[in-house]
């Protein structure tokens, strides 16, 4: 039972993490600004979760997929450009 919610909260960032781009905010009707802190969030409780519950795999899915964020946050901010602020 426990492999299987591992799995659906994996499904749920990756699904999370494709939601945030232009196309996901527009087709969801929120701002992409909005989804980021949603991920953000979602990361951090699946993180916690998967520490109080040993699962590794999914702690291991959560550092990559901050990891990940982090590396396209530092990009965006030296190329001193704000796709949220778009219109």
Known sequence: MLKLVTL?????????????TRLGARLLGVSQR???FVY???LVVAGVAAVA???WTLL???????????????????????PVRRR
């Open 34 to 36: 909005v989804l980021a």
């Open 60 to 82: 291991a899915v959560v550092g990559v997929l901050l990891v990940i964020s982090g590396i396209q946050e530092l990009r965006r901010r030296l190329a001193g450009r704000d």
């Open 40 to 42: 953000l969030a979602a």
């Open 8 to 20: 659906g909260a994996i499904v749920l960032l990756v699904l999370l993490r494709l939601a945030g």
């Open 53 to 55: 519950t040993e699962q």
